[in-house]
């Protein structure tokens, strides 16, 4: 497992991270997911992401629980706050100081720990001053309970407003977590520019599309039993939405003599071609069986050359999004 340095910063984070993102915290699931991640730490993965509002609280639980008798100082985890999670009172959503306080005692009990690596802004909030929220975040790092800040899904503009605020205050924004993947490609005109300019890497989700980049979906053909596009929680509406017309799935198939050539299997041709983005830090991952973490991991390292980035290009031709303008966070709180 190779490791890059989270932004600006002297962070090393593994290349591939493991993605606890549970959809139903069902007992089934939940042993599933502490198997994936014990299957990733045997595989090298020292970096664990995940979020309050995963299966509402549970996720961070089950993950907590996972990691107990690690050595802490091995690991580095991440969450996020921003969604409601218990009874969705009227502050228990967005970035106030408030909510924001109260989310990272909640996560810190759960996940077992005194501190997180990562601590993440899940959405922007409109609803509260930008001031506030880089307070609350600074209070926290100088706490010892976070030791770095980053955000999910933030445009260019706001990365700007928030590192200058961060710089103020004396403390680093060091990452933003997009999705990013060959399908989706909305953070490359601004993003990442802007990013990189100001010292902040991405921590990218979603590097194969929900699935839909290792071939199980087929033009014509109805989705897999189990699947994601199957699972009104796990993601169907996007899934189908986006990626599963035949137009679509025709273009994926043609990776796959692509990833063939080069020995890796199609979701691993998908994770290394995230990886070849020189703003990435890390890939997240999930996983609904241990073997699948295994694979997973199998990309790390892979270096894909020019070529082969362009056969990758000339496959997909002008499927691929990448209107900037499609990063964006819910104009309103959500509770």
């Not at 089934?28 to 309050?52: M, P, Q, R, W």
């Not at 996983?287 to 892979?302: D, F, K």
């Amino acid at each position: 497992m190779e490791h890059r340095y989270l932004g600006n910063s002297g962070l090393k984070i593994s290349e591939i991270t493991y993605g606890n993102w549970l959809t139903h915290g069902s007992q089934v699931e939940n042993d599933t997911a502490t198997k994936c991640v014990h299957a990733a730490l045997d595989a090298g993965i020292s970096t664990f992401d995940t979020a309050d509002v995963y299966a509402n609280t549970v996720a961070e639980q089950v993950l907590g629980d996972a990691l107990k008798g690690q050595r802490r100082e091995s690991l580095e985890i991440f969450t996020k706050v921003y969604f409601p999670t218990g009874p969705k009172g009227h502050n228990d959503t967005g970035l106030s100081r408030k909510h924001i306080m109260e989310s990272i005692n909640g996560s810190l009990s759960r996940l077992g720990t005194d501190y997180v690596d990562l601590y993440q802004a899940h959405r922007y909030d409109y609803e509260t001053p930008l001031e506030e929220t880089m307070q609350a975040f600074a209070d926290l790092v100088r706490a010892g309970k976070a030791l770095y800040i980053g955000v999910s899904e933030w445009n260019a503009d706001q990365l700007r407003a928030a590192h200058y605020l961060a710089r103020d205050l004396g403390i680093q924004l060091v990452s933003n977590q997009p999705q990013y993947n060959m399908l989706w490609r909305v953070i490359e005109s601004e993003v990442v520019p802007t990013s990189k300019e100001l010292g902040i890497s991405q921590v990218v989700w979603s590097p194969i599309a929900q699935g839909v980049l290792t071939g199980k979906y087929k033009p014509g053909q109805p989705a897999p039993a189990g699947s994601r596009a199957t699972d009104e929680k796990g993601g169907k509406d996007m899934i189908t939405g986006r990626y599963l017309d035949d137009d679509t799935l025709n273009a994926v198939a043609k990776l796959e003599p692509i990833a063939s050539d080069l020995g890796l299997t199609m979701a691993q041709l998908a994770i290394a071609w995230v990886l070849a983005n020189d703003n990435v830090a890390t890939a997240l991952v999930g996983a609904s069986r241990p073997e699948q973490v295994e694979s997973n991991v199998a990309a790390a390292g892979v270096k894909l050359d020019a070529e082969v980035l362009t056969r990758i290009d000339d496959a997909l031709g002008d499927l691929p999004v990448t209107d900037p303008s499609k990063t964006k966070s819910p104009p309103t709180r959500i509770v």
